[in-house]
């Protein structure tokens, strides 16, 4: 088992910056794979952006060279550095841990808005 608790959301003006955090219960050094997923209101949750323990990256075309995934194995940490954010990435990020079993956080909301 692992707990994830996110941080970071909150309201943006379009072009500005945000960085979310991912904190986990207990060590990641051993999951595979930890990953940032999004969820607009009406939409399916989407995939942002993974990263494997080894340091290998994988972003949705959408914020291809705006967001920056990183991971901290010493911490426990997953972080999103997201810049130059467009109101089309308003909705809910999710972190998850592992591919199986699967752990997801509770959600930090992230509104870009002028």
């Known amino acids: 088992q692992v707990q994830l608790v996110e941080s970071g959301g909150g309201l943006v003006q379009p072009g500005g910056s945000l960085r979310l955090s991912c904190v986990a219960s207990?060590?990641?050094?051993?999951?595979?794979?930890m990953g940032w997923y999004r969820q607009a209101p009406g939409k399916q949750r989407e995939l942002v952006a993974t990263?494997?323990?080894?340091?290998?990256?994988n972003y949705a075309d959408s914020v291809k060279g705006r967001f920056t995934i990183s991971r901290d194995n010493v911490q426990n940490r997953v972080n999103l550095q997201m810049n130059s954010l467009k109101a089309e990435d308003t909705a809910v990020y999710y972190c998850?841990?592992?591919?199986?079993?699967?752990?997801w956080g509770q959600g930090t909301q992230v509104t870009v808005s002028s």
């Open positions: 998850k841990a592992g591919d199986w079993p699967t752990y």
């Open positions: 207990r060590s990641i050094f051993s999951i595979l794979r």
């Open positions: 990263i494997t323990n080894g340091g290998v990256t």
